[in-house]
């Protein structure tokens, strides 16, 4: 089931930025968790970001912090900025939204269709 839709992927160059963009079919809800999340080839889909929509409240994996921000574009979008990009970074990106603060997709239930972001060095 694909309910959001991603973009701003594409190949990037270690130690450059991106900004992906996820929008919504509708606005936002205030109660709402935004999430990323990011699947290499071979390997199982992994928890990136996440926000909490009424207060901001953010989350980042290990493999990100410091580097990626998410944040809000307008009440039916959102962002997932990517700066200091490292080979170990692609994979497919995806954007979801859920209800619970938890940092597995189980937690999500509407995803986008993955945007690709392939980094070279």
């Known amino acids: 089931q694909v309910q959001l839709t991603e973009s701003g992927g594409g190949l990037a160059q270690a130690g450059s930025s991106l900004r992906l963009s996820c929008t919504n079919p509708?606005?936002?809800?205030?109660?709402?968790?935004m999430a990323w999340f990011r699947q290499a080839p071979g390997k199982e889909r992994e928890f990136v970001a996440l926000?909490?929509?009424?207060?901001?409240?953010t989350a980042y994996a290990d493999s990100g912090k410091g580097r990626f921000t998410i944040g809000t574009d307008n009440p039916t979008s959102m962002y997932l900025e990517m700066n200091s990009l490292k080979p170990e970074d692609t994979a497919l990106y995806y954007c979801?939204?859920?209800?619970?603060?938890?940092?597995?997709?189980?937690?999500?239930?509407?995803w986008g269709q993955g945007t690709q972001v392939p980094v070279s060095s």
């Open positions: 926000r909490r929509w009424n207060t901001g409240r």
């Open positions: 979801a939204r859920g209800t619970a603060y938890r940092m597995v997709p189980s937690a999500s239930r509407y």
């Open positions: 509708g606005r936002i809800f205030s109660s709402a968790v």
